[in-house]
C-alpha cells in the first residue's frame, strides 16, 4: 500500500516540471542543439585525423 501511495504523489509531482520545461525548451533546445553539432563535428575531425595517422584503408572497417 506504501508504493501505491507513494506512485500517486509522484504523478503530481512529474507532470509540473514538464510544464517548466516547454518554457525554457526553445532556448535550451537550441543551445543543445549547437552543443552537440560541435561535439560531433569534433568526433568526425578526430576520427579523420585518426585515420589519416593510422593510413588505415576502408576495409579495415
Known amino acids: 500500500m506504501r508504493e501505491k501511495g507513494h506512485s500517486v ?3 503530481p509531482s512529474i507532470s ?3 510544464k517548466c520545461s516547454l518554457i525554457w525548451s526553445s532556448d535550451q533546445f ?3 542543439f549547437k552543443l552537440a553539432n560541435y561535439f ?3 568526433i568526425y575531425l578526430f576520427i ?3 585515420h ?3 593510413v588505415c ?3 579495415h572497417l
Open 16 to 18: 509540473e516540471p514538464d
Open 48 to 50: 579523420y585525423l585518426f
Open 52 to 54: 589519416f595517422h593510422c
Open 57 to 59: 584503408p576502408p576495409a
Open 9 to 11: 504523489t509522484n504523478t
Open 30 to 32: 537550441f543551445f543543445v
Open 40 to 42: 560531433t563535428f569534433f
